[in-house]
């Protein structure tokens, strides 16, 4: 069976030879660019200087040596355009961190006495900062309680939404055709312009302003986040037209909904302001496509998630476990027949860090057995794998995986 089989049949609920394998299909299932380079080393791969996919998080692209070792069964189709109009194209060395790495064309540097590192996009702007011996690039924002909260016009924040351009909508289609044409794979995309999520940016609020605006302005709310999902359909049709036909999954969502103990928002204002625009593109993708839509949020989203599947969400990553009320067996019991769940494979937070080879072989293993149970399970960490994992838990984390994932 193929990986494109093995992934496709996974997400319809029919038979697969084994629970299928994602590492960097996304970038909410990827690795650290320095931990790459370590686990590289580790596994004696000669691996190419990592490029980072999302200087937010220092993402590594996961390339072929890797992928085959570990016995991946899926590849993103990467947007030629990426977060804070970076590009995947024209990569720059930058040597400023614990290594070398290529970073996204259009990017460039400022460099403070103290060893701050500022982010500038193609515009020099200063879109994000890292501090002195820092791993991730902190992005320039305003989270502080405004004293008057000033409400914006929907209308004229639906323009500061970028439409994806022909030469990147040419880009995907033949990116997305060479993967389906040329590769095995399970193809992976996601559109990354308007994507609907708490919707401050695009206004001018902090988060915090967003929260409280949420239960002061319901009205206000519910048009903004109309407005954005309104927006976001005219990209996804713009996708679904170029690369409709080559994939599999199409991310949605990234947004958190979820911390550690609770849900961000409550229950009533996530059905009644989140739920239509969820259901809109959910609707369109199916009618559109064969491909199955894809929502990550982290922490505890137990409440939320009968609601996403009344949107019509087909996958929901990334199974924190360690949050409170997402135990595993307890999800699979009262959602695993609904939803796909991708993910939570092994607590990221603590076993994969801070555990031994034997700790996480055998959450690896507990994981799978629950649920992989009568399929509708895609195996993988239940965050990005951060730099300072020991590279033998990660390698025993994907070996377990492989080996426990036959015959459930």
């Known amino acids: 069976m193929t990986s494109r089989e093995r992934v496709r049949n996974t997400l319809r609920r029919k038979p697969a030879d084994r629970v299928p394998i994602d590492l960097g299909g996304w970038n909410v299932t990827g690795m650290h660019a320095y931990e790459y380079v370590l686990l590289g080393k580790h596994l004696g791969i000669d691996l190419e200087c990592p490029k980072i996919t999302d200087p937010l998080m220092m993402l590594a692209r996961i390339e072929e040596p890797l992928r085959r070792r570990f016995r991946v069964d899926t590849v993103p189709l990467e ?11 024209n990569w720059k060395v930058w040597d400023q961190g614990a290594y070398p790495v290529l970073m996204p064309g259009g990017s460039a540097f400022r460099y403070a006495e103290d060893g701050t590192v500022t982010l500038l996009d193609p515009k020099g702007s200063s879109v994000a900062s890292m501090p002195p011996e820092g791993l991730y690039f902190d992005p320039v924002s305003n989270t502080a309680l405004s004293a008057e909260f000033v409400l914006a016009d929907p209308d004229v924040c639906r323009n500061r939404i970028p439409l994806y351009s022909q030469e990147e909508l040419t880009v995907l289609e033949k990116y997305g055709r060479y993967l389906n044409d040329f590769t095995d794979y399970a193809v992976m995309g996601g559109f990354r312009k308007g994507q609907l999520g708490h919707n401050w940016s695009f206004a001018g609020h902090s988060m915090t302003d967003w929260f409280c605006l949420l239960h002061l302005e319901p009205q206000y709310t519910r048009e903004m986040l109309a407005m954005t999902a309104e927006r976001a359909m005219e990209n996804l049709k713009l996708y679904i037209e170029a690369v409709g036909n080559f994939v599999d999954v199409i991310f949605i969502s990234s947004t958190d909904y979820g911390n550690q103990l609770n849900s961000t928002i409550s ?11 969820y259901r809109l593109m959910n609707d369109y993708v199916h009618s559109r496509t064969n491909a199955k839509t894809f929502y990550h949020s982290c922490g505890s989203i137990r409440v939320l998630l009968d609601f996403f599947i009344e949107s019509g969400a087909d996958i ?13 067996q307890g999800l699979k019991d009262d ?13 990221s937070q603590k076993t994969l860090q801070f555990g031994s080879l034997e700790d996480a072989g055998r959450e690896v293993k507990e994981r799978i057995t629950i649920l992989g149970k009568n399929g509708g399970y895609v195996f993988a960490a239940d965050h990005n794998i951060q730099y300072g994992v020991p590279p033998e838990n990660i390698e025993v984390m994907f070996d377990t995986a492989y080996e426990a994932g036959f015959n459930l």
């Open 316 to 328: 929901i990553n990334p199974v924190q476990a360690s949050a409170e009320g997402m135990g595993v």
């Open 79 to 89: 947007n030629l355009t990426e977060r804070w109009g970076l590009e995947h194209r």
């Open 267 to 277: 229950p009533e204002i996530f059905q009644d302001r989140y739920l239509p625009c």
């Open 335 to 347: 959602f695993g027949d609904r939803v796909i769940f991708w993910g939570g494979g092994v607590d």
